[in-house]
């Protein structure tokens, strides 16, 4: 088939290599001209792993360019992948969207069928279709369907090619239309689930919501188990082993970040209060998570009350391992505040790099640049090359003994044989 992508970000990229890869001749269209420059350069911008194998052994079928109209051409599905970003107010900027939905509209000559991957608030989609009716464009000439992604960042590419599902939210009942996005997949096995828009909408909010709310648990779980002295990674092994649980996303730390989970979570809320409900469990989860990283914050200060003058290392920028997105890291937040409590920071990160206004913070090449003489060590991001630091060597440069394991990444059993003193989130 002929896809044109619009939008070149994380999801945009992803989906247009990986239907590339499928066999579909794909055309990725976005706007920043510096950005689509680079891509024909074959350079991408963004770190993910395997996405620019995916983008060089599949450029005979994938192009990227800035004009919407050569784009366009030929083309019989349209898939939106532009940004949402937050508000002030926390609820979604759909402006980047609806203007893209009318620069597409505007050049649309023959039937299309165009898919809204963007994240958007449920209503959104009867709202655009209302909207672009209202606004006189044939309806004829194409159908919207709503089909959300579930990628998560450093393992887009495998998220993409094995989905847990794939939704589409429809307007109405249409098979022929159905068989056109299932001939899209063609070779992704996964469950279909066909919905209306909201109910598709509301399946990418209500997954990350649940997420982020498993996150949250855990964490509270973890400040009630320092009141009485349990390890909240035996109690989320515990819990988890209960089928009706599972594992996953049990892991307590300094809370969630990304550019998903904190938009998502504030959009839905937001969305809920404007039509009239008061969500009661979306704010809990927000709230534990922004509380977090004070909560733990007050734990160290106890531990060490000469805190301030400390030299810390802080290793992982990114919000977390193998990305080097810092959008919303807890890392950069803990970065931040032990910096404005006076402590000096030196930060390390494999691939991230500290944001402009914590220019004034050292970041280091190398991990153990940043132990030199350190006198604490915060493990802020769950890296594997941090994970797998000799520990011995690290006892051996630092100046302190103690090891803050703000992501419960670390074996304490091995950072104590290195005589370390290991500090997790609620575990002994
Ligand atoms: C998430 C969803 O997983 C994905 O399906 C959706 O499409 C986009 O949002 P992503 O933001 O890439 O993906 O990251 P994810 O791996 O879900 O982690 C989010 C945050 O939660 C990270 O900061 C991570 O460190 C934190 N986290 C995750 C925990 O603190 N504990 C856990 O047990 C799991």
Redesign the pocket.
């Known amino acids: 088939m002929n896809v044109c992508v619009i939008g070149a970000g994380y999801v945009g990229l992803t989906t247009a290599a990986v239907l590339s890869d499928l066999g579909h001749h794909v055309t990725c269209i976005d706007q920043d001209t510096d950005k689509i420059a680079s891509l024909q350069n074959g350079s991408i911008p963004i770190f993910e792993p395997d996405l620019e194998d995916c983008v060089q052994k599949n450029k005979s079928r994938l192009r990227f360019t800035d004009d919407l109209s050569s784009g366009l051409s030929n083309t019989e599905i349209i898939i939106m992948a532009v940004g949402t970003p937050s508000l002030p107010d926390g609820s979604s900027n759909l402006s980047f969207l609806y203007k893209a939905m009318i620069d597409v509209m505007d050049h649309l000559a023959s039937y299309k069928i165009i898919m809204i991957k963007s994240?958007v608030p449920p209503g959104t989609n009867a709202a655009i279709l209302k909207f672009l009716k209202e606004k006189g464009y044939q309806p004829s000439l194409f159908d919207l369907v709503s089909n959300?992604?579930?990628?998560?960042?450093?393992?887009?590419l495998h998220?993409m090619k094995f989905p847990d599902r794939i939704v589409y939210g429809l307007a109405e009942e249409n098979e022929d239309l159905l068989g056109k996005l299932n001939e899209l997949y063609k070779g992704i096995e996964a469950p279909v689930i066909v919905t209306n828009y909201a109910g598709a909408e509301l399946i990418?909010y209500a997954?990350?919501a649940f997420?982020?709310a498993?996150?949250s648990f855990?964490?509270e779980v973890a400040r009630v188990c320092e009141l009485f002295g349990a390890d909240v990674t035996h109690v989320a092994k515990g819990i988890g082993l209960d089928a009706r649980i599972g594992h996953?996303?049990?892991?307590?730390?300094?809370?969630?970040?990304?550019?998903?989970?904190p938009k998502?979570l504030k959009a839905l809320s937001f969305t809920a209060k404007d039509n009239g409900l008061q969500p009661l469990i979306l704010d809990a989860v927000q709230s534990v998570n922004a509380t977090q990283i004070n909560v733990y914050f007050e734990k160290i200060k106890a531990l060490f009350p000469a805190l301030s003058s400390m030299k810390i290392a802080v290793l992982g920028i990114s919000?977390?391992?193998n990305?080097d997105?810092i959008r919303?890291?807890?890392a950069v937040a803990f970065i931040k505040k032990l910096h404005e409590y006076g402590c000096t920071v030196s930060a390390y990160d494999p691939k991230a790099a500290l944001p402009k206004e914590l220019s004034m913070v050292e970041q280091t090449e190398t991990p153990y640049e940043a132990i030199l003489n350190a006198d604490l060590i915060v493990v802020a991001?769950?890296w594997k090359q941090i994970i797998g630091l000799d520990w011995k060597q690290v006892r051996h440069i630092m100046k302190g003994k103690a090891v803050i394991d703000a992501?419960n990444c670390l074996n304490p059993a091995l950072i104590r044989n290195a005589d370390l003193d290991y500090i997790g989130v609620g575990r002994l």
């Open positions: 994240t959300p992604e579930f990628l998560r960042e450093g393992s887009a998220d990418k997954s990350n997420l982020a498993k996150i855990i964490n996953s996303f049990l892991q307590a730390g300094i809370g969630y970040g990304g550019s998903c989970f998502d919000f977390k391992p990305t997105d919303e890291s807890p991001t769950d992501r």
